[in-house]
């Protein structure tokens, strides 16, 4: 079973908004959300399959283009999701 569909089995859902994710936790224990909480990348890479693609595009913006993170951020997403589209 897939992290996220344990999530859900316990009546929870991570929910993704753009590159942004919010955990609604359902009935997960205290255990359990400790557990997402330090597992959050391996959550978001299910969520999302072009997460990594994301980070590592942002962090060539940033360092390459001397760019804020924030803005690499934004940046890299457009791309992310217009190669997505594509």
């Known amino acids: 079973m897939s992290i996220l569909e344990r ?7 991570v929910i993704r908004d ?11 224990d205290a255990a359990a959300l400790d557990w997402v909480k ?9 969520v999302w399959p072009a997460y990594d ?4 595009r942002a962090a060539i913006i940033e360092f390459d283009g001397g760019m804020s993170r924030e803005k690499a951020e934004k940046l890299a997403y457009q791309e992310v999701s217009y190669a997505d589209a594509a």
């Open 38 to 46: 330090k597992n959050i990348e391996a959550v978001k890479r299910e």
């Open 53 to 56: 693609d994301w980070q590592e």
């Open 18 to 28: 753009g590159y942004s994710f919010r955990l609604r936790p359902g009935q997960l």
């Open 7 to 13: 999530i859900r089995a316990n009546g929870g859902d």
